[in-house]
């Protein structure tokens, strides 16, 4: 089946006793048994749950994966792939990734004796300089956040491989509408379904994608274990967000190039991230690896800081708010906002600026898009 079909019917057959054509939502902790350890495949629900299969199962063949786990944020996610190492491993990890995965990185994990090495992946040469005996995983965000950096994905899968370390790739900017990372070798794809696959700005959670039978079961081993697995609501919102996922990241794509190209066009704007633009210095790369864009956009005001504030306060259709992936169009500035606990002279490093504009184009009509930055950049 294609990933329209796969969206829609994927682990979703009509429910065997009424013929319920959505999968219902079990709002049960527990399940009965008939003997003593005797019971359905169901024994308690932070282990297994119905709904909750249903949306690991869709979400496994849409990334092209064997195995999928859905967790009660995309965070709880990445700290479940950091319960694979242990006291003494180190992580290479990109410089560019999403605020709360450096916190939880360098806040959280470093206090379990787990180091880290934060890279500009772009280059993957310098994932190899940084490889040392006790490293075990390289994890790299494409298309990164904020700036939008591309990690060449079968290079970084392939070196991964040569020397035994467990590859990962936050895949939730791109969604596996338009980037399937296990295609190239990578091991493990990381989500917040909180952003493009719910898609409706209702729900927080996250998922991890892989096919490889030794990762999975330790990842569903501490899924267990630690427990953050996802409600079985908040499954059934995920699922019904994932249904339409293929026609909303078509209509995303559509409606950010339109966006890019009127932002490189405007006097007011000094600069315009967008995989999709020529003036992108990995355009080539990103078009080799992606079928297509989201909605997501960096540019930076003429003006600086106080200039991009004046702009953020002026926006009508565009909605200020963190977060990203949803139907609605949204706006944010990193270096207040969403980036925040990423230190001033690491954000500076990795060329995260202040006046730096990040939009979430939604779904809307373009043109009500296109007129509205017009007056507030105006
Ligand atoms: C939001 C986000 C996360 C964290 O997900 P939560 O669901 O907010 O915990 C991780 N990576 C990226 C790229 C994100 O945008």
Redesign the pocket.
Known sequence: MRFETEAIHCGQEPEPRTGAVVVPIYQTSTYAQSSPGVHTGYEYTRTQNPTRDALQVALAALEGGTHGLVFA??????ATVMNLLRAGDHVICMDD??G??YRIFDKVFRQYGIDFTFVDARDVGRIEDAIQPATRLVWV?TPS?PLLKIVDLRAVAALCRSRGLISVV?N??ASPFFQRPLAFGIDIV?H????YIGGHSDV???ALVTSRDDLHDRLKFCQNAAGACTAPFDSWLTLRGLKTLAIRMERHFGNALAVARFLEGHSAVSRVIYPWLESHPQQALAQSQMTGMSGMISFEIAGGLEAARRFLERVRVFTLAE???GVESLIESPAIMTHASIPPDVRAASGLTDGLVRLSVGIEHVEDLLEDLAQALA
């Open positions: 944020s995309g965070l709880a996610a990445t990734v999403y709360g995965t965000e956040n936050d939730t900017f990381a917040s379904t909180t952003k927080v959670g996250g977060s990203l992936g």
